[in-house]
């Protein structure tokens, strides 16, 4: 079955964004998810390219536990996150991915019962890594990856956006981080315990 590229509109001027740019945004195989110019300042974002590459992300991290997580500038661009948390409202489209594509990678590489532990209410990421994360966002990462290990069924967006919207964007950006490195916890744990790392 052949599948056409993704619908994107507005379509930047090559004129203003630089034609190299611009056929990369359009190329349906090419990672770029965002064409950006200073005058005037502008950002075009593909939202599915983004949770795309965030996947892809999640994919290396699988299988090279030393890749960079998924919130990184040449995974996420911080203009391309603003967009989508800021401009979009895509906050639970974001979290949603993160965690279902985590899981299902976890699942489908390690024994059941030790995908399915949850993460302990002891257990502190800022105690591992030095990141300044709240409180708030910290508890409700941790709610969510659980929430989401101890069912079979992916989480839908809708289901979340009422427990996301307290957040401010710069909360919305350390729950998104503190999951990712959540997910990278909990893999190496998995590693450590079946011995393949």
């Known amino acids: ?19 190299a740019e611009v056929r990369e945004f ?7 998810a965002s064409v ?8 075009f ?7 795309d590459n965030i996947t892809l992300a999640l994919h290396r991290l699988d ?9 990184e500038p040449d995974t996420v661009t911080v203009n391309e996150l ?3 948390l800021d401009d979009l409202d895509r906050t639970a489209a974001l979290v949603a991915r993160l965690v279902n594509i985590a ?7 390690y024994p059941e019962a030790l995908v399915r532990f949850p993460l302990p209410e002891t257990y502190d990421l800022r105690d591992v890594d030095r990141l300044t994360i709240g409180d708030r966002e910290h508890r409700l990462a941790r709610d969510i990856l659980n929430e989401r290990l101890g069912t079979d069924s992916d989480l839908h967006p809708d289901d979340l956006v009422d427990r996301l919207r307290p957040l401010g964007p710069g909360e919305q950006v350390h729950l998104l981080v503190a999951l990712c490195r959540m997910y990278r916890h909990k893999l190496l744990a998995l590693k450590h315990h079946t011995g393949t790392y």
Do not use: C, K, N
């Open 45 to 51: 974002v593909d939202p599915e390219r983004v949770l």
């Open 103 to 109: 899981v299902q990678l976890m699942a489908a590489r």
């Open 36 to 43: 950006e110019t200073d005058r005037p300042e502008q950002v």
């Open 26 to 32: 359009l190329d349906p195989w090419h990672p770029r």
């Open 63 to 71: 299988v090279d536990i030393d890749a960079p997580p998924a919130f």
């Open 82 to 84: 603003a967009v989508m």
């Open 1 to 19: 079955m052949e599948q056409s590229p993704r619908p994107r509109r507005p379509l930047p001027d090559p004129d203003v964004y630089g034609e």
